[in-house]
């Protein structure tokens, strides 16, 4: 987003070995939505006045799943419920955000968000980066894209259309 670029704002790669290693203890506030690590990236990323936003839920990649049970819990749903903990409770300088638990309290101001940025599209206010446009039967390759991190900008299902496209980066 241009807003958030001019002030600073960057978007990094989910694998952290790709940038931390030159980005360790520079960044003032580092918004976490992926949880690759249970936030140990995004912490070693903060100065020493930093501040981690993690946001929930985390939705996990094929990758990140292991087969291995505990009881009903998968070992990756149980990884990320201590990451959870440990982010609320644990951690310093930190605040969590569950988006879903928010909007399942107050719906009426998501929806009113959402005709908000309707309004800012309409005026052309606001120009969302599209990678790429796929029918139905197009969005398991599409998902796959978005998860490995190569999506240039966002995927769009149109349900409505015919053909599947080649997606690039997979």
Request: with cysteine.
């Amino acid at each position: 987003h241009r807003y958030l670029a001019s002030l600073g704002a960057r978007c990094f790669p989910v694998n952290p070995r790709s940038w931390l290693s030159t980005s360790a203890g520079t960044f003032d506030i580092v918004i976490d939505n992926s949880c690759i690590d249970a936030y140990s990236s995004s912490r070693a990323a903060l100065n020493a006045n930093g501040s981690l936003v993690c946001l929930a839920p985390v939705y996990k990649t094929d990758g990140d799943e292991t087969n291995i049970g505990c009881g009903i819990y998968l070992m990756a749903d149980v990884s990320q419920m201590l990451a959870e903990a440990k982010a609320k409770y644990m951690l310093t300088r930190t605040s969590f955000l569950n988006t879903e638990e928010i909007f399942q309290q107050n719906t009426a101001r998501y929806k009113q968000d959402l005709r908000y940025l309707m309004f800012l599209l309409e005026r052309g206010w606001i120009k969302p980066k599209v990678a790429n446009q796929v029918p139905l039967k197009g969005v398991m390759d599409s998902l796959y894209v978005v998860q490995s991190g190569t999506a240039n900008g966002t995927m769009v299902c149109v349900p409505w259309k015919e053909d599947k496209p080649q997606i690039q980066g997979y």
